[in-house]
């Protein structure tokens, strides 16, 4: 069976887990998470939560003395409690930061309907809870939740499976705001992402970068026809009926900005279009408001807005498309399922922040060492890689990873074998009567599998 990852990549992941860990020492000092000579390093404290969160993503402070005796450092839990103050969330949000830069894949998805773009970024939040005395720091959004919460913001970029910008902000702050994201993007990219972060603005910087743009339709936006004319979409869509519409229209109210894309657009279920209307009405109630009668009726249709000309997607193609926006909302249930993001028990201000930004650390590494193998070109899509079987691996692996890290012949080896136990026990089921994202974007890119799909 041919192996679902190159020998030169196996090189590379063990060369950067080295350079990593040999870094930790050095920062340790900067941040003075170290101040004089102790069989507790920075080295250490690193490996032990690490490997310990990745083993356990619920572990203790017992549980990581445990880590760091096998590292063969003595230290009781009273004694991490205590060396986990200010410093330490210093030392573990540089060690984040140099993960976050220093893990990267250079191996795309061999499917070349995605190799159209030069990127395919997804763009998304996700909220963590904290704890009241935490609320001048972060201060939440208000209501019934905690009156301290974070939004972690997130652009992923899914050709190459690499975690490219994230952002930590305080709970309130609205997606809307946030434009950091426009930073990254390249010419030939593609950019997703959800109604919350709808900004014209945003979508006229992407156009002018020679990117591309892949979002659902605001109901507030006007729009045009390319000879000015408004356009009544609830009209056109009553009129249209179940009909899939493809429109060249431009969007925004002043004549001298409107910008040119395609408007597309599909009926859905009417069972589907109830609760999306139930659900409108109750947020609505929440803020004291009920919804307009044309918004409930746009609700019946799902609408795109992208400036994709169709040489390179068709109408079904960007709905298609579309649901690729989805693998990031599966990255953030990784994270806090897997990584244990959702779960830091702790009050103290210092323990929450170094355990969270020791268990975003926990997933970037997840992160890159699944990136390079979530569909084997050996192998394309029909078995695609199954992150949560992953994580069990490297749960059963994390302790020998661990143990080996001075040694490059070693940890080459281990890294070798859970690649190996991945091929065997780590990939998804096929599913004919319903193909994940990744099978039906691969019928797009080999033509001999639409057809036999």
């Known amino acids: ?7 030169q990549q196996i090189e590379a992941i063990t060369q950067k887990l080295s350079d990593y860990f040999l870094a ?4 340790a000092y900067q941040t003075k998470f170290v101040q004089r000579k102790s069989p507790f390093t920075g080295s250490v404290f690193l490996k032990a939560v690490v490997f310990g969160f990745l083993q356990k993503p619920r572990a203790s402070l017992t549980q990581l003395a445990q880590q760091s005796l096998l590292l063969g450092v ?3 839990p009273q004694g991490i409690h205590e060396r986990i103050n200010q410093s330490a969330v210093d030392f573990m949000r540089g060690m984040f930061l140099r993960a976050f830069a220093q893990f990267k894949n250079g191996v795309s998805l061999p499917l070349a309907i995605l190799q159209q773009f030069s990127a395919i970024y997804l763009v998304d939040s996700t909220f963590k809870s904290l704890p009241a005395n935490m609320a001048a720091l972060y201060p939440g959004s208000g209501g019934k939740a905690s009156p301290a919460s974070l939004k972690v913001q997130l652009v992923f970029e899914f050709l190459q499976g690499n975690l490219t910008q994230l952002c930590i902000e305080a709970g309130r702050k609205a997606d809307q ?5 426009l930073a990254v993007i390249q010419t030939g990219a593609l950019i997703l992402a959800d109604l919350g972060y709808f900004c014209l603005a945003s979508l006229r910087t992407i156009a002018a970068k020679g990117a591309y743009f892949l979002m659902r339709y605001h109901y507030m936006t006007a729009v045009f026809l390319p000879n000015g004319e408004r356009i009544d979409l609830v009209s056109l869509l009553t009129t249209q009926g179940q009909t899939l ?4 229209v431009r969007l925004g109210a002043s004549p001298n900005t409107r910008l040119a894309c395609r408007l597309i657009s599909t009926p859905v279920p009417s069972a589907v279009a109830e609760e999306r209307r139930r659900k409108a009405k109750l947020t609505s109630a929440a803020h004291g408001k009920t919804p307009s009668e044309p918004y409930l009726v746009l609700l019946g ?3 795109f807005l992208t400036n994709t000309p169709q040489t390179m997607l068709s109408a079904s193609q960007v709905i298609l498309f579309y649901r690729i926006r989805w693998q990031i909302e599966l990255i953030f249930k990784f994270w806090k399922s897997y990584c244990g993001l959702a779960d830091i028990p702790a009050t103290r201000p210092e323990r929450v922040l170094t355990e969270f930004y020791a268990k975003l650390l926990v997933a970037v590494v997840a992160n890159f060492l699944i990136a390079p193998v979530r569909i084997p070109e050996a192998t394309w899509s029909e078995h695609e890689l199954s992150p949560f079987q992953f994580q069990n691996l490297l749960s059963t692996f994390a302790q020998r990873l661990m143990l080996v890290l001075s040694s490059p012949l070693r940890l080459r080896q281990i890294i070798h ?3 190996l136990a991945t091929q065997y026990f780590g990939f998804k089921q096929k599913r004919r009567k319903k193909p994940n994202i990744c099978a039906l974007l691969a019928a797009l890119s080999i033509p001999s599998l639409s057809t036999s799909a």
Do not use: G
Request: charged residues 25%; glycine residues 0%; hydrophobic residues 40%.
């Open 1 to 7: 069976m041919k192996s679902i990852i190159k020998k």
């Open 24 to 27: 930790a020492d050095e920062i």
């Open 74 to 76: 003595k230290i009781t």
């Open 177 to 181: 705001a946030y434009t950091q994201y």
């Open 245 to 248: 519409l493809d429109l060249s």
């Open 301 to 303: 249709w799902s609408i």
């Open 417 to 419: 074998n859970l690649y």
